[in-house]
């Protein structure tokens, strides 16, 4: 029987491309992608804004275009998703361009949200609901990965060495174990309280200890915070927390609960809101009631003050 003989013979890449080639097209290279096929990233938890800034971005793109470009990845439609650069997106459609300059990564689902999240954790100032979902994001993708390799070389996926999935992402971030866990808290609020974490409100604390509380209850509590323009100290708020714990937490017991004196709260001047209904319209709130009061007050003042000074 003849025996088979064996050629080693070249592929066709080999025939028609040298080994320089084939190494150049796996590297990473910048290519201009029209702005109409790139999408932003899903449920993008940081916030862009046409402010200022993005105006000095948009300035600077007309006069000398984008100096470091989005990292972008293929989805299977062939369309793009936007990793890192969402301001610079913006800014280039402001500017009336077309294309972005981009590298195309190759990432899964997990890999991306957790570039995007490390990517944009060092900006120089985050809200907290920014920090709250984007660590949630990434605390999930780490969850369903922890303790698995990564597939390429796009984004190491830290092992687990015997460590908890939030204490490997505390590994990663600028925060310690328990700061992720009260950020990740946040989520649990309602949209409009978690506005008032941003806004300085309501310090990080109570807004942890408010995250423990029905969605329902939560609403009860925006709507007294609003009526007399005061939030929950911390104290305040784990009460409330324990009141709910042991299915004990109404309307009644929140009013009741929010009308207690807090410790440094200075002795304040009341007047039932039915005495003043006839010159505010329906829904201002006690902030703004009390600011329009102070003026007139200041107003009368000087007219008391002229008068004396014309006798």
Known sequence: MAKKLELNLPSVDDLFSTQEMRDEAKLEKVVDIPLTEIDNFPDHPFQVKNDESMQNMVDSIKSYGIQT??????????????????????????AGSETMPCIVRQMSRDESIIFMVDANLQ??????????????????????????????????LLNSDNKRSRELLADSSPDSHEQIRKYIRLTELTPQILDMVDEGKIAMRPAVEMSYLPKEHQEILLEEMVAEDKTPSHVQAMKMRKFSEEDRLNEDVIHS??????????????????KLSKYFPAGTSAQKIEETI???????????????EAR
């Open 257 to 274: 609960i929010m009308q207690e004196e807090k410790p440094n709260q200075v002795e304040q001047f009341k007047m039932p809101r039915d």
């Open 123 to 156: 900006r120089e100032y985050i809200l907290p609901s920014e920090k709250a979902k984007s660590y949630k994001m990434k605390y999930e993708a780490m969850k369903r990965h922890v303790g698995r390799p990564s597939k390429n070389g796009a984004t190491v």
């Open 69 to 94: 470009p989005a990292i972008v990845r293929q989805k299977e439609d062939g369309r793009f998703e936007l990793v890192s650069g969402h301001r610079r997106k913006m800014a280039s459609e402001l």
């Open 294 to 308: 102070i003026k007139a007050l200041e107003i009368l003042r000087k007219r008391e003050l002229n008068r004396a």
